[in-house]
């Protein structure tokens, strides 16, 4: 790149990179509308617009090409937007999020979908894939795990009842900000947030408001909004939450890890094909017997298959008979994956793959 000697010849670079920017992004979004139209022609009404799978091999690219200053978070970022928008002009999508406005799930879904969706917010998690299952959304973000407080048991409940695919994860640091409207936090006498929430800033709040009643909301963002009408009561959330619900920030990151994330799970009817960078997850009931998932589990070792997660929960169906939610590398139609599918499925009381999807980024 040329340097240059004087702030008024970079302002006209940078006016001049504008505009070749600006006709290159209205090309762009040219482009998707005539994808749209061969689309149209060529499935009629069963059409399918969004991609997750295309949509992850862009980022990654984008990504990979990267030489900086930028950041690959803030590439990412920023095409993620360009192809929000341009999937915007193909078709409006809804997609329904554990609300209100403000959530940890809200930034969770647009981080993952860009801007440009109809975001839809929903009181609970089964509302959510509710709305996906009637057709109100098309696709639903839930949480899944916490880093320090382990998996939501109430998602995964849901996955086992529902019909709903996974389609997608998205990985979100999370950042606890007490919130309210007193000059001092150590007024306070109550402290409202998801139980999630409290118990990830347990110690901090044992340390700095040991006297303060702890009381849950069915979200952060639902307990800031409550706390904007009470005197002496403080919220935890976010800061996009102080900010729509008028609140000020009392004190930034009380959270007791710093590493603090939550992943979530996006969930729909569409299967998603191999991106070449997959997770799968599957649904398995073992055997009630001696050894029933060791043998479950080996052909996944003798491949080199990764597991990452293994999760139990009861059936609700029989005494002391668990359901086992498993996470792997890979997709579905990989075909060393497809055949011990095959094979743990003719091998067990029930196999179901929950989804194959693109590896968060």
Same mark, same amino acid.
């Given at each position: ?241 102080? /900010?729509? #619900?008028? *609140?000020?920030? %009392?004190?930034?990151?009380? +959270? $007791?890890?710093?590493?603090? =994330? ?58 002391? /008979?668990? #359901?086992? *939610?498993?996470? %792997?590398?890979?997709?579905? +139609? $990989?075909?060393?994956?497809? =055949? ?22």
């Amino acid at each position: 790149m040329k340097t240059f000697t004087s702030l008024p010849e970079i302002r006209e670079e940078i006016d001049r990179i504008d505009v070749e920017l600006l006709a290159l992004l209205t090309a762009r979004a040219q482009c998707s509308l005539q994808v749209a139209d061969l689309k149209k022609a060529a499935d009629g009404d069963d059409v399918t617009f969004y991609r997750p799978e295309r949509e992850a091999q862009i980022l990654r690219r984008m990504a990979a090409l990267n030489e900086g200053p930028l950041s690959d978070e803030t590439v990412t970022r920023f095409y993620r937007e360009i192809i929000s928008s341009s999937l915007a002009l193909e078709e409006p999508m809804t997609v329904a999020y554990l609300g209100p406005e403000g959530t940890f799930t809200h930034a969770a879904a647009i981080k993952h979908f860009g801007s440009s969706v109809m975001l839809e917010p929903c009181e609970s998690i089964d509302l959510i894939f509710r709305a996906v299952e009637v057709g109100d959304a098309r696709f639903g973000v839930v949480p899944v795990e916490n880093s320090t407080e382990g998996m939501i048991n109430h998602t995964l409940d849901m996955l086992i009842t529902s019909d709903l695919l996974i389609s997608g994860e998205s990985r979100l640091r999370i950042e606890h900000n007490l919130l309210g409207n007193l000059d001092d936090f150590s007024q306070a006498n109550s402290v409202h947030a998801h139980p999630q929430s409290l118990a990830q800033c347990r110690n901090w709040l044992a340390a700095n408001l040991p006297g303060a009643e702890l009381v849950n909301a069915s979200s952060n963002a639902a307990a800031a909004e409550r706390v904007h009408g009470l005197d002496r009561a403080v919220a935890i959330a976010s800061v996009a939450a102080a /900010e729509r #619900y008028q *609140l000020s920030v %009392l004190q930034h990151n009380i +959270e $007791d890890v710093t590493n603090n =994330t939550t992943r979530f799970f996006v969930v729909g009817k569409q299967a998603v094909p191999p991106s070449g960078n997959d997770s799968t997850s599957l649904l398995v009931s073992a055997s009630h017997k001696p050894g029933g998932l060791r043998r479950m589990l080996t052909p996944f070792e003798d491949a080199g298959i990764s597991l990452t997660r293994i999760e139990s929960r009861p059936s609700k169906n029989n005494l002391w /008979e668990y #359901y086992f *939610l498993i996470d %792997l590398d890979g997709h579905q +139609e $990989d075909p060393v994956l497809a =055949t011990i599918l095959k094979e743990l499925a003719s091998e067990t009381h029930l196999m179901r793959v929950l989804g194959s999807y693109p590896s968060a980024l």
